[in-house]
């Protein structure tokens, strides 16, 4: 404080931070280390003392202290070959500290700034989901599509893939509202469009070589044609039929119906096969399990209850069809 010109006042400041932490007062010592990098932003402690601060803020819970400190890391110099790192940082901190628009601006600030990170479809993914929670779909959907397009490799693709699982499920909740009756003629076409959009939706997550994505979409693809064959058997009738004109109507429409459950059986013998290919157990492995064994239980062999902390994956029969 008497002498501050001069690097000793910064080897001063980043001392005490030091012996503050060997004494446990971790938040004060994080509030000398941002003292620091603020009084002497050009100072060649600056960095340092700012992600030692995060650190400790981090460790504290104080996500509104980390995603400062990160932001300041990255307005000193966003040319540095870790300015991609502080300005991700920053906008995930701003989502732990629950400032969605905040971490919006700075993820939409990130994917023009680095447009070839590999972190791009997660930060489009994270902006739609944000836009969700404040109640704008129509953005998060834009956000979803963008993730989806985004040329992500590696790891980074998963967000790809979930980004057409988001889409996927909002149209499926379009097509479960569509009712048949009324013109049932105009329904059905709405209905079938609707259902023809999430399959794509759908089958473009499917497409992505991610087995906890691939088991949802598929159970989400079969579960789609069996609430359309429900929905068809289960359609207003028209009126003014006879007895005998309704019996033939309903015959007719189990005719249409059949074929969408052997396409639901198809999507979940495809979830199956995944599931024994990479031995992945979870909630939308063991749904497609429920549905296979309610609609075809003869194609099953249950294995006895195990101690192990694996859950053994029941064994479908040779001659099931799933080839």
Do not use: C
């Amino acid at each position: 404080d008497e002498f501050p010109e001069g690097e000793a006042a910064q080897i001063a400041l980043y001392r005490a931070a030091e012996d503050l932490r060997k004494l446990g007062k971790e938040e004060k010592a994080a509030a000398v280390y941002k003292r620091l990098a603020d009084e002497y932003k050009t100072s060649r402690f600056a960095q340092s003392a700012l992600s030692l601060s995060s650190e400790i803020l981090s460790s504290l819970g104080d996500w509104g202290g980390v995603a400062d400190n990160y932001e300041n890391l990255y307005r000193l110099n966003s040319e540095t070959p870790d300015a991609a790192n502080f300005l991700y940082r920053t906008a995930l901190a701003r989502e732990k500290a629950g400032q969605l628009d905040k971490a919006i601006a700075l993820f939409e600030e990130f994917s023009v700034k680095f447009p070839a990170d590999n972190r791009k479809a997660e930060a489009f993914y994270k902006q739609g989901t944000f836009f969700d929670k404040l109640g704008d779909p129509k953005k998060a959907d834009a956000k979803y599509a963008a993730a989806f397009a985004a040329p992500a490799e590696g790891d980074g693709a998963l967000y790809r893939a979930k980004g057409s699982l988001a889409l996927g499920e909002r149209e499926l909740a379009v097509f479960r509202g569509i009712e048949l009756k009324g013109n049932l003629e105009k329904a059905l076409n709405e209905k079938e469009i609707s259902l023809d959009t999430a399959l794509g939706h759908l089958l473009g997550a499917a497409s992505l070589p991610f087995a906890e994505t691939l088991a949802e979409a598929l159970y989400r693809s079969g579960e789609a044609f069996e609430q359309m064959k429900t929905a068809l058997l289960e359609s207003e009738k028209p009126a003014g039929m006879s007895p005998e004109e309704e019996e033939e109507y309903q015959l007719l429409l189990e005719d249409k119906a059949f074929p969408l459950e052997e396409k639901a059986l198809e999507f979940y013998k495809k979830g199956v096969i995944s599931a024994h290919g990479s031995g992945l157990w979870n909630d939308w492995i063991a749904k497609i399990y429920g549905r296979l064994e309610a609609m075809v239980p003869w194609a099953f062999q249950r294995v006895e209850e195990s101690a192990r902390v694996e859950i053994p994956l029941p064994v479908p029969v040779a001659d099931w069809g799933a080839n």
